[in-house]
């Protein structure tokens, strides 16, 4: 079901798949920032214009290597969290 609400909401919301894409994208690549980012990806969902400044924080992150394993677990958490907050605004 959960997943089923992730879809519906992305066929119901125009302009929010790349969007979204990317912030998957940078939760998996990120290193060290997590908690930093979450917050910026929360805005992310709600302000626009944003885009171009996080994706070039995105890249820089991907540049940086030797906290991968670490960071994939936070990974996970913040994916899950994020998926919350989507379901709740579409509520």
Do not use: L, T
């Amino acid at each position: 079901m959960k997943n089923s609400i992730q879809n519906q909401q992305m066929k119901n919301q125009a302009g929010m798949n790349m969007q979204n894409s990317a912030q998957n994208q940078q939760m998996q690549n990120q290193a060290g920032m997590n908690m930093q980012n979450s917050a910026q990806n929360q805005q992310m969902q709600n302000q626009a214009g944003m885009d171009m400044q996080n994706s070039a924080q995105n890249q820089q992150m991907q540049n940086q290597a030797g906290m991968n394993m670490q960071n994939s677990v936070q990974n996970n958490k913040m994916k899950n969290s994020m998926q919350n907050q989507q379901q709740n605004n579409m509520q």
